[in-house]
């Protein structure tokens, strides 16, 4: 079974430009999360879909947006990107909407490099 | 709010050394989820346990154990007999029944294993 797959692997991107990247869960999956994983930060929670619906976004402006397909793939979106965005931005899916007591499953990661 | 600290940065040990990664959290919620991932040098976030807040029996997997204690709000990780392979960073992760945040982490350790 394939897991979660991201698109792409590496994209650079020049400040003020917008990036979209790409995600597609596990066969079954209904939700998906996006992560943002900056140097020394962590993964910081960007947004949460499920059936198609933002269920829950993170503290992150709104130029940080996205959407979910109704195959459940989704996609994020950065407009006028900042030097700061830099980061490995992590996909997961999980296959219940009780979603606190189920384990995601994580993507290998868009690595986003904005010069 | 739900809270997760690792405050281990870093870590290094000679290869065959038992190692312990501390995960303390906060949360008011009475369920919970708390999870440990691995993350090697590739990015992907490998799922490693979770337990749940009802169940404080420790786990052990081959060279892995957790030791989970409410009264301190802690979740530890121990490998035993560490190897090369180990070398990642850990993240401990949070979820509240009650919450719209799938998954909270904390910043990681990152385990180097020196042969």
């Known amino acids: 079974e394939a897991g979660v797959t991201q698109s792409p692997t590496h994209l650079i991107k020049t400040r003020g430009q917008q990036a979209t990247l790409r995600c597609s869960p596990i066969?079954?999956?209904?939700?998906v999360y996006w992560y943002q994983q900056a140097l020394g930060l962590g993964l910081q929670f960007l947004l949460w879909y499920d059936e198609g619906e933002e269920r829950n976004r993170g503290n992150f402006p709104p130029r940080f947006s996205g959407r979910q397909f109704p195959n459940y793939s989704s996609e994020l979106n950065v407009n006028a990107l900042e030097l700061e965005d830099s980061a490995l931005y992590l996909c997961a899916s999980s296959p219940f909407y009780v979603q606190y007591s189920t384990e995601a499953f994580f993507g290998q990661g868009t690595r986003l490099t904005v010069v | 709010a739900q809270k997760v600290t690792q405050a281990q940065t870093e870590i290094s040990v000679v290869e065959k050394e038992d190692v312990t990664l501390d995960c303390v959290y906060e949360t008011r919620d009475t369920t919970y989820y708390l999870f440990w991932y691995k993350q090697p040098p590739s990015g992907e976030l490998v799922f490693l346990i979770r337990r749940n807040s009802f169940d404080e029996q420790n786990e052990i997997s081959g060279r892995y154990s957790w030791n989970f204690q409410k009264s301190t709000s802690s979740f530890n990780f121990t490998i035993t007999a560490s190897q090369v392979v180990d070398s990642a960073v850990y993240f401990c992760a949070l979820s509240e029944s009650s919450g719209n945040t799938p998954l909270v982490f904390g910043k990681g350790t990152r385990l180097s294993v020196i042969a």
């Open positions: 066969s079954g999956h209904t939700s």
